[in-house]
């Protein structure tokens, strides 16, 4: 079992930041991929951005390329999204999940794990 805790989340004006935290625990999970997805009211939830755990590969939707950086810290079990340049669309629910497989994570299918979610509101 890998256990997922986001922190992170809040409101902010459009052109600001937020950073997002996902602490990470339980098995060991060095094979694992970790990754952000979203849901804004009355969508369905989408991937923004996916990292391996070794290697350190990085994946992000287009939507978010230029904006958002996402990045991990081995020593801490815990990932971050830090999310510049924020605009009223990026207004969502953001869920941290973990898969042993970064295609299965990057295409949200069968995902193993994921967090409880945290609120991200951007206001014009």
């Known amino acids: 079992q890998v256990q997922l805790v986001e922190s992170g989340g809040g409101l902010v004006q459009a052109g600001g930041s937020l950073r997002l935290s996902c602490a990470a625990s339980?098995?060991?999970?060095?094979?694992?991929?970790f990754g952000w997805f979203r849901q804004a009211p009355g969508k369905e939830r989408e991937f923004v951005a996916a990292i391996t755990w070794t290697s350190g590969a990085t994946y992000y939707a287009d939507s978010v390329k230029g904006r958002f950086t996402i990045s991990r810290d081995n020593a801490k079990n815990t990932m971050y999204l830090q999310m510049n340049n924020l605009k009223p669309e990026d207004t969502a629910v953001y869920y941290c999940a973990a898969d042993r497989s970064i295609a299965d994570l990057r295409a949200g299918q069968g995902v193993d794990y994921w967090g409880q979610g945290t609120q991200v509101t951007v206001s014009s």
């Open positions: 339980g098995r060991t999970f060095s094979w694992y991929a």
